[in-house]
């Protein structure tokens, strides 16, 4: 079939509060469409197939591997995605976090490490180590070892909780 058969269909979402609508093929991915068509590059794709957790989103406040979703299906959702943490340019307390703790060296897992991290403190305030590695045991990194991740993600707990 040739793709101009396939036809496009029509995808509007909210993302961190901007509305995108467009058409677009049935099967692009979310992630291509976030990076593609919003300009939010800032959703990294590594494997693609829903191993390494670097696209992690929020779709209607749950993570979700945009890799892994088609744009179509996410026609109506309000999504969240790394761009979103931030507010005027300032660094959330989750960001920071990472940051004064080293929690990030090359950057590529960063935006997945924090959107996951984002939901779990979202549902549990104040996790313990092992909860930390728990909900990120979805999110692979090449660089760190993990530990200054986990220990960000705690630090950034005891922030929140002021
Ligand atoms: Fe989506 Fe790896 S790029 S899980
Ligand atoms: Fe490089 Fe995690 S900081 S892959």
Avoid: K
Wanted: proline content about 2%; glycine content about 12%.
């Amino acid at each position: 079939m040739n793709e101009d058969t396939i036809g496009t269909m029509a995808v509007s979402v909210t993302v961190n509060g901007h509305v995108y609508t467009g058409d677009c093929e049935p099967r692009l991915t979310l992630a291509d469409f976030l990076r593609h068509r919003c300009g939010l590059t800032g959703t990294h794709l590594g494997c693609e197939h829903g191993v390494c957790g670097a696209c992690t989103i929020l779709v209607d406040g749950r993570s979700a591997r945009a890799c892994l979703m088609l744009a179509v299906q996410a026609d109506g959702a309000t999504i969240t995605t790394v761009e979103g943490l931030s507010g005027g340019g300032e660094l959330n307390s989750l960001q920071e976090a990472f940051w004064d703790n080293h929690g990030l060296q090359c950057g590529f897992c960063t935006p997945g490490m924090l959107m996951t991290a984002t939901e779990l403190l979202d549902e549990n305030p104040e996790p313990d180590a092992a909860e930390v590695r728990e909900c990120l045991s979805g999110n692979l990194c090449r660089c760190t070892g993990y530990d200054a991740i986990v220990t960000s993600v705690l630090d950034a707990a005891r922030r929140m909780r002021g």
